[in-house]
C-alpha cells in the first residue's frame, strides 16, 4: 500500500486549481464537471498509481461534478 504525503496532496491539488482554474465552458455544469474530472485523475493515480485508477477516478470524478454544476445551475 502506498503511503500519502501531505506534500504529494498538496503538489497534486495545486496542479488541479492552476490547470482548471483559466478555463471556462461559460455553465456551471461544465466548469464543475472540468474540476472534478482534474482532481478525480490525480486522486486515482495518488491511490491506485497505475493508469487505469487514473482514468477512472476522471470518469468519477467529472461525473460528480457535473452532477454538482447540474445541481447549482436549477438554483
Same mark, same amino acid.
Given at each position: 500500500m502506498k503511503v500519502l504525503n501531505i506534500k504529494n496532496l498538496v503538489v497534486a491539488g495545486a496542479t488541479v486549481v492552476l490547470m482548471t482554474g483559466c478555463q471556462s465552458t461559460g455553465s456551471k455544469t461544465g466548469d464543475s464537471a472540468l474540476l472534478g474530472a482534474g482532481a478525480g485523475a *490525480? !486522486? %486515482?493515480? /495518488? =491511490? %491506485? #498509481?497505475? $493508469? #487505469? !485508477? $487514473? /482514468? %477512472? %477516478? !476522471? *470518469? =468519477? #470524478?467529472g461525473a460528480l461534478g457535473a452532477a454538482y454544476g447540474d445541481s447549482q445551475e436549477k438554483k
Open positions: *490525480v !486522486a %486515482g493515480q /495518488l =491511490i %491506485g #498509481g497505475s $493508469t #487505469g !485508477a $487514473t /482514468l %477512472g %477516478g !476522471a *470518469v =468519477i #470524478g
